[in-house]
């Protein structure tokens, strides 16, 4: 100023370079409900923000999604900046759907010593997974059990998995394996002509013969042999199971009856 010179003074610029692009990772493509893994490689002093699709944010490095849906899919970003410079990269993720359930059954109930099969419908390009009591397993579709026994009794669940990993939601089926019971039939007679003759078992006394009044009242008032079928199983009375090996022609006469509580 008027001449005269400044005392000269020193400004020292510093220029940070922007990080590297951030190398990105997943565990994608993932299952409808599964969880979704974002990595990204660790960059020295860096922060890192996430976005993505359905409004999705995170500031972590290394975030997971949860619950995964079709919404969650597409294309993520993670910023990472260091010293106020940033830089990004992206990454592209994919939901698969799970298969549908298989529609299950079984051929019980049956008794001791019979097979059971249980049954699945087809589901295109999946694998099946069955589990049951005494840690039954099995990977075929439609798999049996010889001479099953009254602990086979329990509920079966079936699973099917895709080509790409995901499983259905699992589908049970119960299975009812009756024992046979040991019966030492007795009666009244002799008896005078025209009086009646009294029946008795000894099998569970003295419950079995109480219930059995009740449903002998049943019988009588429901009339099932009308519905009955020789070999099959009877529902039609409630808390009880009845079998028939045979039917006489007036259909009103049941023999070798096996009754089940």
């Known amino acids: 100023v008027n001449g005269c010179p400044s005392n000269p003074i020193t400004v020292t610029s510093v220029v940070h370079p922007y990080p590297a692009p951030p190398i990105l990772s997943s565990n994608s ?6 969880t979704l893994h974002l990595n990204c490689a660790t960059v020295t002093g860096a922060t890192y923000h996430w976005i993505g699709p359905n409004v999705y944010t995170s500031n972590s490095q290394n975030p997971n999604i949860g619950n995964m849906q ?26 698969i759907p799970t298969p549908s359930p298989p529609v299950i059954s079984n051929n019980s109930p049956f008794c001791v010593g019979g097979t059971l099969t249980l049954t699945a419908s ?82 569970i006394l003295p419950v079995a013969n109480l219930k059995f009044g009740r449903l002998l009242f049943d019988i009588t008032h429901q009339k099932p042999a009308l519905s009955i079928k020789p070999g099959k199983f ?22 070798d009856v096996m009754i089940y509580n």
């Open 29 to 34: 493509p993932v299952c409808i409900g599964s």
């Open 70 to 95: 079709n919404a969650n899919a597409g294309t993520y970003t993670c910023t990472v900046t260091v010293n106020g410079c940033w830089t990004s990269s992206q990454i592209t993720v994919a939901v």
């Open 122 to 203: 087809t589901v295109a390009g999946c694998t099946y997974h069955w589990t049951g009591p005494n840690s039954f397993v099995s990977n075929l579709q439609n798999p049996q059990i010889a001479n099953c026994q009254t602990n086979v009794s329990g509920n079966y669940t079936c699973v099917v998995t895709n080509a790409n990993g995901c499983t259905s939601t699992p589908v049970t089926t119960s299975v009812q394996v009756f024992s046979i019971p040991v019966v030492t039939p007795t009666n009244s007679s002799p008896v005078c002509a025209g009086q009646p003759i009294n029946l008795f078992s000894n099998f």
């Open 234 to 255: 009877y529902r039609g009375i409630d808390g009880y199971v009845i079998k028939v090996g045979k039917k006489d022609n007036n259909g009103d006469t049941l023999r």
